[in-house]
């Protein structure tokens, strides 16, 4: 096991060490213009001079504010849709495909309406994110309550247990494992949904700084705002995983 | 009649409206007396209602027709958990939960004071040899274990009457037979009352005091078959010839009701040609 997950590791870190050195030969080497791929170096020093801002921690508030409120709408309106379907096996019949359904049509489609309806401002950008990750919590917490077997249940309410303590013993921690993942996926989305949301169109954020830096041809800037949201997504994606495996092993 | 516990009168369940395509009559005028301290076995084919008959005894089913009374209380489709406890499969110790949890989760619904769950989980840990397992998890428990653990928080609950569905029906038939024996010898020892279901003939004859022999669906009681021999039973008594007689008389009653369940699950032109 403790094998397995080093040579997992090295392949893993090769693989970044290969990137960044194509990066480097092709932009040093002179191979790719240095308006589409500045050099590593530059991109360093650009990050440097970006996060002495002010600018870059007020664009970054911007960003994670409107990622906080449209997972927490996303997340408070997806469990409970879920969750209240699975109680019922007609509504389960009805809307659940509907739910499925309108999961497969690209949602980005709906931007410039919510831009309409919201504005420019980060409101869009909320609406946009919570709809988009709405539905894989929405659709996990469906999966996570109807998979809930029924003799688990028998033997909760044969031990006398009331309707909520059949809830808070049997039903939520048969379902969290699934529960769990559909916050994860739903997440992730929300994320990518609201950067790429701030990117094609808004006035703030991280988003909003990536598409300017591109259109003032400012490239080490761009690449410098792109590393710092890969940067992030690993860190997040590190602390949501372990957050998860420590639920899970409980 | 002070001395019985359960009390089954005309009882009769059927799934489904009565006339409806899909309607099922499960159990037809069922009536049986069980006294206290007695063990005694619902056996019968597959789907002729034994099952069902003991959740209507718990309380988990409303019977469509007939009542059941309980120590002089009427069960009415509502769990009496002070009185008694259900042991099922193994399958149905919460997996979420340590096996000490599992303990203490099945007392906290019974009601009973937390100070008194730790020391009530470790003696009926103890009492089937599984103390050392106290913070497993059930999977990570073989599944003779795991029912082991199970038969336990049964009893741990302290009530005069015991339910078991078929608790042995997922394990092999050597780690069944030495669960059988210990069941016996921890019966033995608490005078609860028990009504067991199970389709094992050598099960019912070795464990019960009286076998309820049941036809295939509608269920109803064919006969009630006496096993005269005390309670804690060695696994010699299956070595006996009462023990093969009686397990041969419950045999030959069961066949032809085996038979009709297979007969109604056939296609009908295959069943008539």
């Given at each position: 096991m403790e094998g397995s997950s080093f040579a997992a590791r090295s392949v893993q870190l090769s693989f970044v060490a290969i990137v960044a050195g194509a990066w480097y030969l092709a932009s040093e080497t002179g191979s790719v213009s240095r308006l589409f791929l500045p050099p590593p170096r530059e991109v360093i020093a650009a990050i440097e001079r970006l996060v002495a801002t002010q600018?870059?921690?007020s664009a970054v508030t911007v960003t994670l504010t409107t990622i906080t409120k449209a997972f927490v709408i996303a997340l408070v309106a997806g469990v409970l849709t879920g969750y209240v379907l699975t109680r019922s096996k007609l509504a389960m019949r009805v809307i659940e495909p509907v739910l499925s359904g309108l999961f497969t049509i690209p949602i980005t489609l709906f931007l410039p309406m919510f831009i309409l309806f919201f504005g420019i401002g980060a409101g869009s950008k909320v609406a946009y994110g919570a709809t988009y990750a709405f539905f894989p919590i929405a659709l996990n917490t469906i999966a996570a309550f109807s998979k809930a077997e029924e003799r688990y249940l028998r033997a909760a309410r044969s031990m006398g247990a009331g309707a909520w303590d059949c809830f808070r013993h049997v039903l939520?921690?048969?379902?969290?494992p699934v529960l769990i993942t559909g916050m994860r996926i739903g997440f992730f989305i929300c994320f990518a949904s609201v950067l790429g949301g701030e990117t094609i169109s808004s006035v703030a954020g991280v988003g909003r700084n990536i598409a300017l830096a591109a259109?003032?041809?400012?490239?080490?800037?761009?690449?410098?705002?792109?590393?710092?949201?890969?940067?992030?997504?690993?860190t997040l994606n590190m602390v949501v995983y372990s957050v998860e495996n420590r639920i899970r092993s409980r | 009649m002070n001395d019985i516990a359960i009390s089954i009168r005309n009882v009769t369940q059927r799934f489904g409206g009565e006339g409806q395509a899909d309607s099922v009559l499960a159990l037809d005028d069922v009536s049986l007396d069980i006294r206290k301290g007695e063990f005694v076995c619902l056996l019968g084919p597959s789907g002729c209602g034994k099952s069902t008959l003991l959740n209507i005894v718990g309380g988990l089913f409303k019977p469509t027709t007939g009542t059941c009374t309980v120590e002089g209380r009427a069960v009415n489709g509502e769990p009496h958990p002070d009185k008694i406890a259900f042991v099922f499969q193994e399958s149905t110790l919460f997996p979420w939960y340590t096996v000490i949890e599992n303990f203490h989760i099945a007392l906290k619904f019974q009601g009973i004071a937390r100070?008194?769950?730790?020391?009530?989980a470790m003696a009926a840990l103890r009492a089937v040899g599984m103390a050392s397992f106290a913070r497993h998890y059930p999977e990570q428990l073989s599944v003779g274990m795991r029912q082991r653990v199970n038969m336990a928080r049964g009893i741990c609950v302290g009530t005069d009457i015991l339910l078991m569905d078929e608790p042995f029906a997922a394990l092999d038939e050597q780690t069944r037979m030495v669960l059988g024996e210990d069941l016996s010898q921890l019966l033995a020892a608490t005078k609860k009352t028990i009504v067991f279901v199970t389709h094992s003939l050598a099960e019912a004859v070795f464990l019960s005091d009286r076998i309820a022999v049941m036809?295939?669906?509608?269920?109803?009681?064919?006969?009630?078959?006496?096993v005269n021999e005390p309670h804690p039973r060695s696994p010699d008594f299956m070595l006996e010839s009462r023990f093969s007689e009686l397990r041969n008389e419950c045999y030959a009653l069961l066949r032809d009701e085996?038979?009709?369940?297979?007969?109604?699950q056939r296609d009908p032109q295959v069943a008539g040609s």
């Open positions: 600018a870059f921690w939520l921690p048969g379902a969290m259109e003032l041809m400012e490239p080490a800037r761009m690449y410098a705002w792109i590393m710092f949201v890969i940067l992030t997504s690993v | 100070t008194e769950w730790d020391d009530r036809t295939a669906r509608p269920g109803k009681i064919k006969t009630i078959i006496d085996i038979r009709a369940t297979v007969a109604a």
